[in-house]
């Protein structure tokens, strides 16, 4: 399975983006889709994950009520809507694949997307 990371920029605080996150793979539905990101100087961590027929989400307390993760499954896309964004939400942002129900752990998933560069200014 391969993934493509794509939708990052730079936007003011308060402002909204939306990441997609494409597979090239046929399986991409039998996986769980999740996102991750990482802050300069800090370890990757947990955004959210959505599972294999969309009916089922998790978030990270931190982005709780602000991003909302989809997934369109005739277009192999998942995607990660974010709104009210901050500054502490600046962090290369990686999409990823697992077999979990809701994995949250960077070892439950398989399979992981370059990253997309998100900026947030104050």
Known sequence: VQLQASGGGLVQAGGSLRLSCR???RTF???SV???RQAPGKEREF???INWSGGTT???DSVKGRFTISRNGAQNTA???MNSLKPEDTAIYFCAVGK???PYRQSEYSYWGQGTQV???S
Do not use: E, K, N, R
Request: charged share 0%; no cysteine; net charge neutral.
């Open 34 to 36: 999740g996102w991750f």
């Open 23 to 25: 597979s090239s793979g």
């Open 119 to 121: 900026t947030v200014s």
């Open 79 to 81: 995607y990660l809507q």
């Open 100 to 102: 979990g129900i809701l």
């Open 58 to 60: 998790y978030y990270a």
């Open 47 to 49: 955004v959210t994950v």
């Open 29 to 31: 539905s039998t996986y």
